[in-house]
C-alpha cells in the first residue's frame, strides 16, 4: 500500500439533482441524509440554486453544492460536472425523463431514478403523483435497499441571534400568486395579534418587497419589523426558531418552520398539504378547504381563499406551548 496522497484513488463522488427551491430541499432533507449514511465514504454533492449552499450545509449531509438552475421548476439544461463521472447519481428532481437524461449525460456507474417509460434502461420503482413529497424520495431510496426516514427533518439550532425573538412572522408571499392568500387578509390576523400583544413581523423574498410593503402599511407595522428582500438564510433561520410562530402559504419558510420546530399555521390551496404538508404533529396546523386546483394559476386558488382570517387566529390560539395573551 503506497504512502503517495497523490496515488491514492480519488474519492469516489455521489451527485443529487435536486435544482428547485427552498422548501423542496428541506423536504429533500431525509433522502440525502439517508445517502449520507449509506455512502460515508462518497463525497456527496448537490446540484442546486447557488443561493441555497447554506442550507445544504445545514443538513449536515452534504459536502458541496454545485450550482444548478432553471427558470421555474424546470430541468436545468447541463451541469458544469468536471473530472471523472460521478459514482452514483441519484435524480431527486422529478420523474423524468429530462432530469434522468441530464445526470445520464454524465456517464455514471448507477443511476437511482424512478422508472419512466422512455428509459426503459432505468429500474427504479413506479411514480406515484399523490404521493407527499417526503415519502416520495424515501421509498425511491427505500427501493434500492437504502433505509430512509421521512421523518429525518430537523437543522441544528441556528448560530445567529434571532433579530424578533418570540414574534409572529406572517409570510405573505409564494412561488406563484395561486398560492398567496389576500394582503389584506394576513393584515386583519396582524392586527389580532398585536391586539393581544403579540410583536408581529412579515417576511418576504428577494422579489417580494412590494408585498410586504403593502402589508406592512396596511398592518401599521413600524419598519423594524419589516425583513423584506430575502434575508440571508442564517437569519431567517435564526428568525424562525425563535418565533413564537410562522403563519404562511405553501412555500418555504413553513418548511423552514418545521425543521426548526417552531408553531406553525399553513396555508394550503391549491395543493392539498397530503402531498406537501408537515408531519402529523400539534405544532403544526395545515388549513385547507379543497379542491385542488392549477398551482401555477395567475390568481389566489379558490380553496386558499375559503380560508378566513378567523379560521387563522383559531388554529394559532389551538397551538400548544406558551398560551398567547
Known amino acids: 500500500m ?42 456527496l454533492v448537490l446540484a442546486a440554486p447557488a443561493e441555497l ?14 450550482p444548478a438552475s432553471a427558470p421555474g421548476r424546470a430541468v436545468p439544461p447541463t451541469l458544469d460536472w468536471t473530472g471523472p463521472p460521478p459514482d452514483i447519481a441519484v435524480d431527486l428532481h422529478g420523474n423524468g425523463p429530462p432530469s434522468h437524461r441530464l445526470l445520464l449525460s454524465l456517464r455514471p456507474h448507477r443511476l437511482l431514478a424512478f422508472a419512466h417509460p422512455e428509459l426503459p434502461g432505468v ?56 398560492r398567496r392568500w389576500p394582503v389584506e387578509r394576513y393584515a386583519a390576523v396582524a392586527a389580532d395579534l398585536r391586539a393581544r400583544g403579540l410583536r408581529v413581523v412579515v417576511t418576504g423574498g428577494a422579489a417580494e418587497n ?27 433561520s435564526a428568525l424562525v426558531a425563535g418565533a413564537y410562530a410562522v403563519i404562511s402559504g405553501d412555500t418555504g419558510i413553513a418548511h423552514l418552520a418545521v425543521a426548526h420546530g417552531t408553531r406553525s399555521v399553513t396555508l394550503f390551496g391549491p395543493v392539498a398539504p397530503s402531498r406537501w404538508g408537515p408531519p402529523p404533529d400539534p405544532r403544526h396546523r395545515a388549513l385547507w378547504y379543497g379542491p385542488e386546483g392549477d398551482p401555477h394559476g395567475r390568481r389566489p386558488d379558490p380553496a386558499l381563499l375559503r380560508i378566513t382570517a378567523d379560521d387563522v387566529l383559531r388554529a394559532v390560539g389551538e397551538l400548544p406551548g406558551p398560551q398567547w395573551p
Open 2 to 43: 503506497t504512502s503517495d496522497p497523490a496515488a491514492q484513488p480519488a474519492r469516489p463522488r455521489l451527485i443529487v439533482l435536486r435544482a428547485l427551491g427552498l422548501g423542496d430541499l428541506l423536504a429533500g432533507v431525509p433522502a440525502l441524509r439517508a445517502l449520507r449514511r449509506a455512502h460515508p465514504g462518497h463525497e
Open 53 to 66: 449552499a447554506p442550507v445544504a450545509a445545514a443538513t449536515g449531509a452534504v459536502d458541496r453544492l454545485l
Open 123 to 178: 429500474e427504479g420503482p413506479p411514480w406515484y403523483p399523490e404521493e407527499h413529497e417526503r415519502d416520495r424520495w424515501c421509498r425511491l431510496l427505500r427501493a434500492y435497499g437504502i433505509d430512509a426516514d421521512p421523518g429525518d427533518l430537523s437543522l441544528p439550532r441556528p448560530r445567529t441571534a434571532s433579530p424578533a425573538p418570540g414574534a409572529a412572522v406572517l409570510h405573505p408571499g409564494a412561488g406563484s400568486p395561486a
Open 210 to 236: 412590494d408585498l410586504v410593503a403593502r402589508l406592512a402599511k396596511e398592518a401599521g407595522l413600524p419598519d423594524t419589523d419589516v425583513f423584506g428582500g430575502g434575508l440571508p438564510f442564517e437569519r431567517l
